[in-house]
């Protein structure tokens, strides 16, 4: 096992974190904890997540939070940010959240991994825009695919797996009757036209799920999305059942 290579420690809201970026985790504490980005509602007593994307832990520890009592399956493919994710399991305590060194991915074995020194969120199997003229540098990761994590009933995906969305969801559609709700950032570059917005709404719709677009935290129409280069978009995806109806869970 690696060791952390933590520059900063920062206590927040109760928990500990140790990490390398101190502005990557004040905006991500903003956007998950603040912003509560990946609420979906009620999820039960002991609901079932997988975190893909799981970074140092953040919206880990939040489910843990927010959902007492639920397991959460956290998955950060880069071996240096997957140390620190098992140092703030640990020193938070958080006895049901497993951690998992792999990408969640189209196809299963190894990825190719896109990484930036000290920049690690924005880390991706796919090479990006913001990755040009950088002293990017290739790691070979594990990777799973979704569909081999989908063998039960699970009650909340988180998919962060920075530009291939739509083909993770293509390749996990057979069961993703099995999953409740859904909570996704979508990449979009130019560099990257494979990841279609129109396909993952396809794909979800498709396995029986109602959907909603966010941009810059407000609801907006697929077809007005602002395509700026890159462009980042929250969706969010649920089934009809008792106290969620047509406009989707409450942030």
């Known amino acids: 096992m690696s060791r952390p290579e933590a520059n900063h420690e920062v206590e927040r809201g109760g928990l500990r974190f140790a990490l390398n970026n101190r502005a990557q985790f004040d905006r991500i504490w903003q956007d998950v904890v603040d912003g ?54 640990r020193r938070n305590g958080l006895r049901r959240v497993a951690a998992f060194n792999a990408a969640v991915a189209p196809v299963p074995g190894t990825t190719p991994l896109w990484t930036l020194p000290g ?53 996990a559609a057979p069961r993703l009757g099995r999953v409740r709700r859904l909570v996704l950032e979508f990449h979009g570059s130019s560099g990257n036209p494979a990841n279609r917005l129109d396909e993952v709404l396809d794909t979800l719709r498709g396995a029986g799920f109602q959907t909603r677009v966010e941009q810059d935290g407000r609801v907006v129409s697929p077809r007005r999305v602002r395509r700026d280069d890159p462009f980042w978009l929250i969706v969010r995806a649920w089934r009809r059942e008792r106290g969620i109806g047509r406009k989707g869970p409450r942030r």
């Open 119 to 171: 920049d690690s969120w924005g880390d991706a199997t796919v090479r990006h825009s913001w990755h040009e003229g950088q002293p990017v540098r290739r790691v070979d990761a594990a990777a799973v695919t979704l569909s081999s994590l989908l063998a039960g009933p699970v009650d909340l995906v988180k998919l962060d797996v920075e530009g291939v969305e739509s083909a993770v969801l293509a390749e």
């Open 36 to 89: 509560r980005e990946y609420e979906m509602g009620d999820l039960g007593p002991a609901p079932v997540v997988i975190d893909a994307g799981a970074h140092i832990g953040i919206a880990s520890a939040w489910f843990a939070r927010r959902h007492p009592g639920a397991l959460v399956l956290a998955f950060e493919p880069n071996p240096e940010t997957f140390a620190l994710l098992e140092a703030n399991i």
